[in-house]
């Protein structure tokens, strides 16, 4: 079992950056994938990035390649969202989520966290 604390959203201009956590508890973080979604209103919650249980190898959604970076400290069960050069169309509810498979399918994953909120104003 794996619980998931996300933080870090916020308010923020266009352009600016943020830093997401996702703070997990239980020995078996490193065991997992991860991986970060969003869902905006009323829009379906979809795929931003993913990271290996090892942090080699990361996926990330075509909008936000070059911008955004997915990492992992697992001695700290812990992993990042860096979110620069924000649009508001970045604006959402960030999910991060852990997963013994890995993907960028929303059904891959089985362990979620309850989500922080990225507001970018124009």
């Known amino acids: 079992q794996v619980q998931l604390v996300e933080s870090g959203g916020g308010l923020v201009q266009a352009g600016g950056s943020l830093r997401l956590s996702c703070a997990a508890s239980g020995r078996t973080f490193r065991s997992y994938a991860m991986g970060w979604f969003r869902q905006a209103p009323g829009k379906e919650r979809e795929f931003v990035a993913a990271?290996?249980?090892?942090?080699?190898?990361?996926n990330y959604a075509d909008s936000v390649k070059g911008r955004f970076t997915i990492s992992r400290d697992n001695a700290k069960n812990t992993a990042y969202l860096q979110m620069n050069s924000l649009k508001p169309e970045d604006t959402a509810v960030y999910y991060c989520?852990?997963?013994?498979?890995?993907?960028?399918?929303?059904?891959?994953?089985?362990?979620w966290g309850q989500g922080t909120q990225v507001t970018v104003s124009s």
């Open positions: 989520a852990g997963s013994i498979r890995g993907g960028i399918g929303l059904g891959e994953y089985d362990y």
């Open positions: 990271i290996s249980w090892s942090g080699g190898s990361t």
